[in-house]
C-alpha cells in the first residue's frame, strides 16, 4: 500500500524533473502502478500534492542542515554550511519547476517563497549579526542589505540564462556565491578553513 510519505518522495522527484505543470497525476499514478483515486485519497487536487511535496522539501533540507550546522560553533561557516546543504538541492531544480510554480500554484509559490525570506531574514541574518557581534563583520556592513543582495534569490542567480549548475561544479559555485561574498564582509582576522 502506497503511503503519503512515500507518494510525496515520488511526487517531489518528478516534479523537480520534469516540472511542476508538465508532470502530470495520470503519469504519476501510472509510474507507481496506482490508481489516480490512491493519490486523491491523501491530497484533494494536484495543487495540494504540490503544496504538499514543496513543505516535504523543506522539512528534508531544514531538518539535513540544522543537524549539521548544530555541531559547528562559527556563525559564518553555519551559513557557509546551510547554502552548501541549499546548493545540493538547488542541483536538482529544473527551471521550469520553479516557473511552473510561479504561474500555475501560486500557493505552493507563496510557501516556498515564505520559506526562504524566512531562513534568509531570521536564519541567515540571525548567524551574521551573531558573528558581526563577535567582531567577525565589520561594523560598516549593512546585513541586512547582504542577504537582500547575496543570499535570498539564489534560485534566480543559478537559472537566470543558463542553469549554472550544468557548467560549474557545487563547490565552484558555493565558492563564487557565498564565500567570496562573505570574505568580502569579513574584518581582517577573521578566518575560517572555507576561506582557505
Same mark, same amino acid.
Given at each position: 500500500? %502506497?503511503?503519503?510519505?512515500?507518494?510525496?518522495?515520488?511526487?517531489?522527484?518528478?516534479?523537480?524533473?520534469?516540472?511542476?505543470?508538465?508532470?502530470?497525476?495520470?503519469?504519476?499514478?501510472?509510474?507507481?502502478?496506482?490508481?489516480? /483515486?490512491? +493519490?486523491?485519497?491523501?491530497?484533494?487536487?494536484?495543487?495540494?500534492? +504540490?503544496?504538499?511535496? +514543496?513543505?516535504?522539501? !523543506?522539512?528534508?533540507?531544514?531538518?539535513?542542515?540544522? !543537524? $549539521?550546522?548544530?555541531? +559547528?560553533?562559527? &556563525?559564518?561557516? /553555519?551559513? %557557509?554550511?546551510?547554502?552548501?546543504? #541549499?546548493?545540493?538541492?538547488?542541483?536538482?531544480?529544473? &527551471?521550469?519547476?520553479?516557473? #511552473?510554480?510561479?504561474?500555475?500554484? &501560486?500557493?505552493?509559490?507563496? %510557501?516556498?517563497?515564505?520559506?526562504?525570506?524566512?531562513?534568509?531574514?531570521? %536564519?541567515?541574518?540571525?548567524?551574521?549579526?551573531?558573528?558581526?557581534?563577535? #567582531?567577525? !563583520? @565589520?561594523?560598516?556592513?549593512?546585513? @541586512?542589505?547582504?542577504?537582500?543582495?547575496?543570499?535570498? @534569490?539564489?534560485?534566480?542567480?543559478?537559472?537566470?540564462?543558463?542553469?549554472?549548475?550544468?557548467?560549474?561544479?557545487?563547490?565552484?559555485?558555493?565558492?563564487?556565491?557565498?564565500?567570496?561574498?562573505? @570574505? #568580502?564582509?569579513?574584518?581582517?582576522?577573521?578566518?575560517? $578553513?572555507?576561506?582557505?
Amino acid at each position: 500500500m %502506497i503511503n503519503k510519505k512515500y507518494l510525496l518522495e515520488c511526487s517531489v522527484t518528478k516534479f523537480l524533473k520534469f516540472g511542476s505543470k508538465s508532470f502530470t497525476l495520470d503519469e504519476l499514478s501510472k509510474d507507481l502502478g496506482i490508481s489516480k /483515486k490512491t +493519490i486523491y485519497k491523501h491530497f484533494k487536487n494536484k495543487k495540494e500534492l +504540490i503544496s504538499n511535496s +514543496i513543505l516535504f522539501l !523543506i522539512d528534508n533540507y531544514t531538518e539535513e542542515y540544522k !543537524i $549539521a550546522i548544530d555541531k +559547528i560553533e562559527d &556563525p559564518i561557516e /553555519k551559513v %557557509i554550511v546551510i547554502y552548501e546543504i #541549499g546548493l545540493k538541492y538547488l542541483k536538482y531544480f529544473k &527551471p521550469s519547476f520553479l516557473f #511552473g510554480l510561479k504561474k500555475y500554484y &501560486p500557493k505552493a509559490d507563496e %510557501i516556498f517563497e515564505n520559506f526562504k525570506k524566512e531562513t534568509v531574514y531570521e %536564519i541567515v541574518y540571525g548567524f551574521l549579526n551573531e558573528a558581526k557581534t563577535k #567582531g567577525h !563583520i @565589520r561594523e560598516n556592513v549593512d546585513l @541586512r542589505l547582504v542577504c537582500e543582495l547575496y543570499f535570498l @534569490r539564489m534560485e534566480n542567480v543559478t537559472f537566470k540564462n543558463k542553469n549554472l549548475f550544468e557548467e560549474y561544479s557545487l563547490e565552484t559555485l558555493l565558492q563564487h556565491l557565498i564565500i567570496n561574498n562573505l @570574505r #568580502g564582509i569579513t574584518t581582517q582576522t577573521y578566518s575560517s $578553513a572555507y576561506f582557505e
